[in-house]
């Protein structure tokens, strides 16, 4: 009769030496995490001058591996952190895309994608439009992009719709920073108001907005103000010459991939997002900003911007946040049914010091549902909503950042 206990403590034993077997490899696997810091190639800022910048093949972790985290911030020549109502840091934005070398010896610097081929995220966005990989702006500093272990977004495998021949696969910085140093009024500066950059109504009467048609005369500010070399008005007298060299300091977190990770895809839906259909297919037609003018001020305190944005394909919720312009009071994703997906809040500065200036949007809150605790079905409808204050505001962003896994650990 002693021999069934034995061996069902040798059953046991082994589940156990298996048991910490497994768990030695994971614990084993999470030292494996991995932190670089870079330096972007310096540019040049001047008073009241509007720089944007494309860096390409910036340093990046290189080989088949998972990024668990990217945090960015602008800082001087001397690396220290520059402050927001110095320099305003409109946005950063990191593309991913593929190399065909023999090609792109041959470009020129008129020709800079010749021989490139751009990976977009998992979002909807019509062409090239919300495309990156990674971006924020004024709310980089305290807005985490941590995601949560084991979820890591995918890199260094060839993608199957990226043809053969484009076999590098290489990153590049899209970077906007207005530097708001002795102009007239900061933040007429910072939200791209046309006058303040002396464009006028007629000067559109040629051009096309994002969506390829037409632009209006009724335009009063955004990024069509803002193009690059633009001067916002300077306090009369002030020297315009003081030229300052920045940089984009950006950290990454990430480990070798191995059948411990999770891939998860990335979403990003705009607020702006004009849905259309052609019989049942969506088109999506995202127009990447907007504005609060007294023609369109709601009535009350608050103005309030939503939209709703068929998914093609759902999955589990992982990690969400927003990137969002001042004015922001809180952005929040519902689900179809009407269920809160996600509520976030800014963080506004209080103080002068870098990632605490007062009166802008120095981060936003995230939400980490316990994985699994919600999912988004295939065809879902979700709504985007965007709460800001009611004032007179252009140039704005409401961009909902979504992370979701098809599968769970």
Not at 19 to 48: C, D, M, W
Request: overall charge negative; proline content about 5%; aromatic content about 12%.
């Amino acid at each position: 009769m002693k021999f069934i206990p034995e061996v069902l403590l040798l059953s046991l034993t082994i589940i156990l030496l298996q048991s910490s077997i497994i768990f030695a490899r994971q614990y084993e696997n999470s030292n494996h995490i991995k932190t670089a810091t870079f330096y972007s190639e310096q540019f040049v800022l001047e008073p009241g001058k509007v720089t944007i910048t494309d860096l390409f093949d910036i340093e990046f972790p290189r080989g088949h591996i998972g990024i668990k985290n990217f945090q960015a911030e602008l800082v001087d020549e001397h690396r220290n952190s520059l402050p927001l109502y110095e320099a305003y840091l409109h946005h950063y934005f990191v593309l991913r895309y593929f190399e065909n070398v023999t090609m792109s010896r041959q470009a020129n610097q008129s020709q800079p994608i010749y021989g490139k081929y751009f990976r977009r995220n998992d979002g909807v966005c019509q062409g090239s439009v919300n495309s990156y990989s990674w971006g924020l702006g004024v709310d980089a500093r305290k807005t985490s992009l941590e995601l949560p272990d084991p979820f890591r977004i995918e890199v260094g495998t060839h993608p199957e719709n990226v043809p053969k021949e484009y076999n590098e696969e290489k990153w590049l910085f899209n970077i906007m920073v207005i530097d708001t140093r002795g102009t007239e009024d900061k933040k007429g500066c910072t939200e791209c108001r046309c006058d303040h950059y002396n464009v006028k109504s007629e000067d559109f009467v040629s051009k096309t907005g994002i969506d390829g048609k037409p632009m209006s005369s009724d335009y009063k500010g955004g990024i069509f103000c803002c193009e690059k070399t633009s001067q916002c008005k300077l306090q009369k007298g002030y020297n315009n010459r003081q030229e300052r060299k920045a940089s984009l300091k950006y950290t990454i977190t990430w480990v070798d991939w191995d059948q411990y990770q999770v891939p998860i895809k990335f979403y990003i839906l705009d607020v702006t997002d004009q849905v259309t259909y052609n019989g049942s297919e969506p088109i999506h037609n995202c127009m990447v900003e907007y504005s609060i003018t007294p023609q369109n001020t709601d009535i009350g305190h608050y103005h309030i911007k939503r939209t709703k944005i068929p998914m093609k394909k759902g999955g589990n919720l992982i990690y969400s946040t927003a990137h969002v312009h001042p004015g922001i009071v809180n952005a929040t994703l519902y689900g179809e049914n009407g269920k809160v997906l996600c509520a976030v809040q800014p963080t506004y500065g209080t103080g002068e010091e870098p990632g605490n200036e007062k009166g802008y949007v120095v981060g936003m809150s995230g939400c980490y549902p316990k994985p699994g605790s919600i999912k988004i079905q295939d065809g879902e409808i979700l709504t985007v909503e965007f709460i800001h204050e009611n004032k007179y505001n252009t140039g704005l962003m409401g961009h909902f950042y979504v992370y979701l896994t098809e599968e769970l650990p």
